[in-house]
């Protein structure tokens, strides 16, 4: 399982950096990605990373980094330049398919998903 944590109140142009531990080494997950619910709307995938591949939705692009720490089995999404729309229930979760990065860091390719850790930016 993953599980997610590091969110909070920050406020616009603020900076979060989001852990997603895995209860197993993060080196057995070919590839961990990070999502976005905000209310009303459907989970958005935002970022993954495989070894050294990584992806970037267009909305978090130049903002967000994402990065992983396979001795301490955690990958971390380094949040800066926060907009209030970046408002959300963010989680991680496994990709289980072998694809290339920016065609499955998608939500209906995922799975192991834990709970969600809330961001909320304000103006």
């Known amino acids: 399982q993953l599980q997610a944590s590091g969110g909070g109140l920050v406020q616009v142009g603020g900076s979060l950096r989001l852990s997603c531990v895995a209860s197993e080494s993060s080196s057995d997950y070919y590839m961990i990605g990070w999502f976005r619910q905000a209310p009303g709307k459907e989970r958005e995938g935002i970022s993954c990373i495989s070894g050294s591949s990584t992806y970037y939705g267009d909305s978090v692009k130049g903002r967000f980094t994402i990065s992983r720490d396979d001795a301490k089995a955690t990958v971390y999404l380094q949040m800066n330049s926060l907009k209030p729309e970046d408002t959300a229930v963010y989680y991680c979760?496994?990709?289980?398919?072998?694809?290339?990065?920016?065609?499955?860091?998608?939500?209906?390719?995922?799975?192991?998903w834990g709970k969600g850790t809330q961001v909320t930016v304000s103006s």
């Open positions: 979760a496994h990709i289980w398919s072998v694809g290339a990065i920016e065609d499955v860091c998608r939500s209906e390719y995922a799975d192991y």
